[in-house]
């Protein structure tokens, strides 16, 4: 089975410019959720999406914001972007929910450099 | 609020040692506790996953406890490799649906 995907991989932007990262999830899982990960506050959990529902939101801004489609893939959208925005963007996708306590699989993740 | 915190921040360690890798958190109505191990600009792998009703799992030279009254978990690594060097993370999931981790133990296994 194909693992978690992400891309692009890599992506620069300019501050004020919006960006679009996209999660395909492995083959059979509902759930996918969203995490950044920064030097200074490790991982935090953004949000995460079951049957095209957001299902909970970490404490982060109105500019973060996702959605997920009827195939599961999943994508994540960061408007006027700032500079602490660079960070590593990474998707998880499990069956079920989180709150159901599966294993997450993670994907490589989209480092993203804003300037 | 759940907290996760992991000690010690860095460890190095010769090949052959066996070691233990800490974690802590601050709510006890955890739901299950995850170990991943990242390496350097890559994802996540998940190691072991514990759930509540659960003391301990093992998988391999892994070893993973869950201690819910206490608010800890430990990662034993027996006869430790150079391919282990990485980052250990913890995250502790609770029911109402987060994922929280700690900071990570950076792992270094020299020859």
């Known amino acids: 089975k194909a693992g978690v995907t992400q891309t692009p991989r890599y992506l620069i932007k300019t501050r004020g410019q919006q960006v679009t990262l996209s999660c395909s999830p492995i083959?059979?899982?509902?759930?996918v959720s969203w995490y950044q990960q920064t030097p200074g506050q490790g991982l935090q959990f953004l949000f995460e999406?079951?049957?095209?529902?957001?299902?909970n939101k970490g404490n982060f801004p109105g500019r973060f914001s996702g959605r997920q489609f009827s195939n599961s893939r999943s994508e994540m959208n960061v408007s006027t972007l700032e500079l602490g925005d660079s960070a590593l963007y990474l998707c998880?996708?499990?069956?079920?929910?989180?709150?159901?306590?599966?294993?997450?699989?993670f994907g490589p993740g989209t480092r993203l450099l804003v300037l | 609020k759940q907290e996760v915190t992991q000690i010690p921040a860095a460890l190095s360690v010769p090949e052959g040692e066996n070691l233990v890798l800490n974690c802590s958190f601050t709510?006890?109505?955890?739901?299950?506790l995850q170990w991943f191990r990242q390496d350097p600009g890559k994802g996540l792998t998940s190691l072991l996953l514990?759930?509540?009703?659960?003391r301990e799992q093992t998988s391999g030279r892994l070893n993973a406890s869950l201690d819910k009254s206490s608010g800890r978990s430990t990662l034993y690594i027996a006869a430790s490799q150079p391919g282990d060097s990485a980052t250990y993370l913890c995250?502790?999931?609770?029911?109402?649906?987060?994922?929280?981790f700690g900071q990570g133990t950076i792992l270094t296994v020299h020859p």
């Open positions: 514990i759930q509540s009703s659960q």
């Open positions: 709510d006890s109505a955890i739901y299950n």
């Open positions: 995250a502790g999931g609770t029911s109402y649906g987060k994922l929280t």
């Open positions: 998880a996708s499990s069956q079920g929910q989180l709150l159901e306590g599966e294993t997450q699989y």
């Open positions: 999406y079951f049957s095209e529902t957001q299902r």
């Open positions: 083959s059979g899982h509902r759930s």
